[in-house]
Every structure is written in C-alpha cells, then in structure tokens.
C-alpha cells in the first residue's frame, strides 16, 4: 500500500541522499528500499534528487576528471628568504619582492634618496640666487664693446666713480666709430647706440670737432680739458640731440 | 619523509624549522582542492588559478593557522574564500565587458555552438546549464555539493571540515540538489 504522496513527513529525507551517495549501511539500505516500494512521494523526490545528483556527476566526469592536478608552486622562505623558484607569475613574483622583509637594504636606500633630493634642493636654490642677483645687475649694466663689436654685460660693482665719468664720455666721442672699444660707459644701451648711431657731436666754441678719426685718436692719448667742455654739449641724451640738422639750419 | 605525519604535525613543521613541509600538505590535497575550485568556478584555469592561489595564501599564513581546527578544514575555507574573490572579479570583468560589446557575447556563442554535431551540441548546453545551476547556488550549498561530487568527500568528512554537524551536512545536500533540479527545470534551453 502506497504511502505519503504529497508530503516528505515519512522522516526518510535524509536517507534519500545518503542512499544516492550510497553511505547508508546494508541494513539501513534495505530499510530504505522497502520504504520506497511503499511511499511514492519518497519515490518521486527521489528520482528527482538523484537526475540533479546525476547531472553534477556527469557535468564532474566529463569536464573534470580527465583534467590532471596542475602543479602547484609554493615560494618557500628560508631565513627571511624567497628561493628562486617561487614565483607562480609575474605579479606573484612581484609581491614576493615586495614582501620581502629586507629593512635594512630599504633603509639605506631610503637615505641615499634623502640625500640625493636634499642636493637637488639646494642646487636649485642656488641657481634661484644667481638669477635674483642676475636680475639685479640688470637694472645698472654696464655694456662694452669689444674689438670684435660685440657688448659685454658686466658687474654694476665694476662701475667707474663719477670722476672718471668725463674721460670715458671724452674716449668715447673720440672713438665713435664702431669696432673700438668703449669702457667704464656707465650709461644705458640705448644711450650707447645713438652716440654711435651719430658720432658727428656738436662742439661748443673753442673746441674743434675731430676732423677725422686719427685726430680723434690723438685727442683720446691726452687728458680731457674740462674747461673746454660745456656741458651743453652732451646733447647726445636729448631729444634735441636727434634735431641738430634742423636746428643749425635754423640758426 | 613527511609522509608519516599528520597534518596538523607538517603544519607544525612548516612553520617552525622546515618550510618543505608544506610540500606534503600541498600534495595531500591539491587533487581535492583544485576539485573544490573547479566545482565552485566551473572553469578549469580559473579553477588551477584560485588553488594556486589559495596554497600561497595558506602557506603565508601558516603561522595563523590555530591548532584547534584542523588542517583540511583550514584549506577548505581559504579555498573557498579564494573561489568567491575570483566569482567577484569575474562578474566585474563581465559588466565591464557587456558594458562595452552588449550582445555581440550571445552572437559568438549561438555561432561556434552551431557548427558542432548534434550529440555533443547537446551535451555542451547540458554541461553548460548544470555549471550555471551550480553557479548561482548559494555558497554554503554549492560548497557543500562541490565537496561531495568533485572532492568525494563523505558526509563525516565534510561534516568535519566546515565543523558542521551530520545532519546540517546531509540536510544541505539535500537542499541543494533539490535548488539544482528547480533552476535546471526553469532555466530555458537555448536554441542551438
């Protein structure tokens, strides 16, 4: 006589799985098996039961079983130590360098770079000064020019007194002419370029004008004679400077 | 050499004088462990990958291995933890990719399946759906169904190694098969 149709409250549940992974003993087998001829819900839950346990078994066999174990690599340490064959990839192999707890050897190497960018720093600092002090001398240069026509920048400390002010103006209408050398001019660059752009320089009474460059020269070899020179002259700085034509014209 | 100790003896080993130790350990259970990954993931690289890594990660925390549980129960559960990081990674990975190339997935599939004869096409897509049914058990079942089919492990075993009780084990694998056969039955077959 069948039993138990629609529900599982025989108390054979478990029996059901331990008798489809066959873990029941013989007698509690045959126990089981009666019971089954006789409860068809036990019956049905069963068939059910055992096709999903059937389906994982095929699924282990057929995709799992012909599979051989991989081989597994272990990074033993020794002594603080990874061997050389410890790496399962490059990232693993990566950790291990990384986990390597070597404190001393990342210690050092912690100062050296310390020390490096502690040089670095003061390198650029110094650096940072010069170019301050460049952009000082800046303000007051004082510009010569050489042999070969080029001008020099030069330290406002080398600067002339105002005494010697006179003989370098002096050296410099004398030898206007470019390619000679101009020194202690403590004037601007552009000051420099008109007087060279014009070397032909207004001379007040008294005073003659260099008629050439070798009288000019000649001129330079002597002391400049300040009572000969007015200081009207300096026009070389004024606007009118640029007019002289038109105003000796008009004169 | 080590072959006459116990486990919990080579673990003692390992982390004390001979780190060569756990070499046996990885030999007494690499078979049952890459089955456990292999059950649990459902794909064999991904399986080799996570026992590998579950090794590694078991043989740098020898030393927190605690005495009063057992070696094997140990393995078990950092397997399993390894399995469920890489189920993770992979449904990242896979929103990533189905965020970039939606629907050209399914296209392969359908494709490659079709050029196969009939009978294995067949047993692929059967395969194909126990290893999804399996895959979207909830861990505890899928753990404990892994253990049983893949490691043939027995109920006193398994009862041992997750420190469950008898009854609670078979009652699992009760459960879980019954889960299996619903999401079979209603996971639709795909035209092949």
């Known amino acids: 006589m069948l039993q138990n149709k629609n529900n599982l409250d025989c108390g054979f549940t478990d029996e059901i799985v331990s008798y489809i992974y066959d873990e029941l003993t013989s007698q509690e087998r045959g126990n089981f098996e009666s ?217 | 050499m080590f072959t006459n100790l116990t486990d919990e003896q080579l673990v003692e080993l390992a982390v004390s004088e001979s780190p060569d130790a756990f070499g046996e350990i990885v030999r007494r259970w690499e078979r049952k462990i890459f089955g456990l990954c292999f059950g649990m993931l459902g794909r064999e690289d991904d399986a080799r990958d996570a026992a590998q890594e579950a090794f590694i990660a078991a043989y740098r925390n020898l030393s927190k291995f605690r005495g009063d549980a057992k070696v094997s129960s140990w393995l078990h559960r950092i397997a399993v933890n390894q399995c469920l990081t890489t189920k993770r990674r992979q449904r990242s990975r896979a929103e990533d990719f189905l965020d970039e190339e939606s629907g050209e997935e399914d296209r392969v599939f359908v494709a490659s399946l079709s050029y196969s004869p009939a009978s294995r096409a067949e047993k692929t897509e059967r395969m194909s759906l126990v290893r999804q049914a399996v895959g979207s058990l909830p861990t505890d079942l899928r753990e404990v169904i892994v253990m049983k089919e893949f490691e043939e492990m027995t109920f006193q075993e398994i009862s041992d190694t997750l420190e469950l009780p008898l009854s609670t084990v078979k009652s699992r694998l009760y459960t879980a098969l019954k889960q299996l056969k619903m999401r079979m039955e209603r996971t639709p077959v795909e035209v092949v």
């Open chain 1, 35 to 251: 019971h089954l001829t006789s409860c068809t819900g036990c019956t049905d839950e069963f068939a059910a039961i055992s096709n999903a346990r059937f389906s994982v078994f095929e699924w282990q066999k057929e995709e799992f079983s012909n599979l051989s174990t991989p081989e597994f690599v272990i990074p033993y340490k020794s002594s603080g130590e990874t061997s050389g064959k410890a790496a399962s990839g490059f990232w693993a192999g990566l950790r291990d360098l990384w986990a390597v707890s070597n404190w001393p050897l990342t210690a050092a190497a912690g100062i050296v770079v310390m020390i490096g960018l502690g040089f670095m720093a003061m390198t650029v600092l110094d650096r940072g000064g010069d170019e301050i002090a460049a952009n000082i001398t800046v303000e007051t240069p004082e510009i010569a020019v050489t042999q070969a026509g080029e001008p020099l920048m030069r330290n406002a400390v080398e600067i002339q007194p105002e005494t010697q002010v006179p003989e370098s103006r002096t050296d410099f209408r004398a030898e206007s002419s470019p390619g000679t050398s101009l020194s202690n001019e403590p004037q601007s660059t552009k000051t420099i370029s008109v007087r060279k752009q014009k070397p032909n320089r207004q001379f007040t009474a008294g005073t003659q004008p260099p008629q050439n460059e070798s009288s000019a020269r000649q001129q330079t070899a002597k002391a400049p004679v300040l009572n000969t020179y007015d200081e009207l002259d300096d026009r070389s700085l004024r606007l009118a400077d640029l007019f002289d034509d038109e105003i000796g014209a008009k004169r």
